[in-house]
């Protein structure tokens, strides 16, 4: 059985209160146009957006994918695979964006990040 137009509309909903309700946020930042040529990791970033997160911190034991967490944010997220993000005091870069699917229906974005020591 398909489903309706409306009963993807309410799982697009529910999805979109679940990660507001985590109560979690994100500073998306960008990195500031600059005269770099070489792409250094040393280019000046600065904050764009805050964004609901719902967050799941990978346990240290498995370093087999190197991926210390993963987000859930909207669909209409404005993330970018340069972007980092800043939660709490840590700042992550970000490893992958995938879209999740709900019968033809995108109900929000999954994000693996990884954690940069000292910054």
Do not use: C, W
């Amino acid at each position: 059985m398909l489903l309706s137009e409306q009963e993807k509309a309410q799982a697009v909903r529910d999805v979109r209160e679940l990660i507001v309700s985590s109560g979690v946020t994100a500073a998306v930042l960008r990195v500031v146009p600059s005269e770099n040529l070489y792409g250094s990791d040393d280019q000046s970033y600065h904050e764009i957006a805050t964004i609901p997160v719902e967050i799941v911190h990978t346990p240290p034991e498995e370093l087999s994918g190197k991926i210390d967490a993963t987000l859930s944010v909207l669909p209409d997220a404005d993330v970018l695979a340069e972007d980092r993000l800043r939660i709490e005091d840590v700042v992550y870069r970000i490893q992958t964006i995938a879209e999740e699917h709900f019968f033809g229906t995108i109900t929000h974005q999954t994000i693996e990040l990884v954690k940069l020591h000292g910054r």
